[in-house]
Nanobody
């Protein structure tokens, strides 16, 4: 499967962005999906994940209450709604498909990755 992330951009602190991840086929419908991010000079880290049917979601502590992950299997899409953005959210955001049906924060559980979309939050 090929994954295409989009929706990044420049936003002021406190603003919102919605990231989208488009899959090339329906093979994602049985897999959990996740978002990761990599800030300049830092390692890639887990942001959020959603189970294969969308019923369970998982977040890293720093984004809980601000970000919402969702998916639409009928459209082969996944989303990340990001509200109350902070400068420390600045990073390249990657979407990924898990080898499991339920979400995980472990990068080794993901076997397909999108190319990334840059989110820049100005103070």
């Amino acid at each position: 499967v090929q994954l295409q992330a989009s929706g990044g951009g420049l936003v002021q602190a406190g603003g919102s962005l919605r990231l989208s991840c488009a899959a090339s086929d329906r093979t994602i419908s049985n897999n959990a999906m996740g978002w990761f991010r990599q800030a300049p000079g830092k390692e890639r880290e887990f942001v959020a994940a959603v189970s294969w049917r969308g019923g369970s979601t998982y977040y890293t502590d720093s984004v809980k209450g601000r970000f919402t992950i969702s998916r639409d299997n009928a459209k082969n899409m996944m989303y990340l709604q990001m509200n109350s953005l902070k400068p420390e959210d600045t990073a390249v955001y990657y979407c990924a498909r898990s080898i499991r049906s339920y979400g995980s924060s472990r990068q080794t559980d993901y076997n397909s990755w999108g190319q990334g979309t840059l989110v820049t939050v100005s103070s």
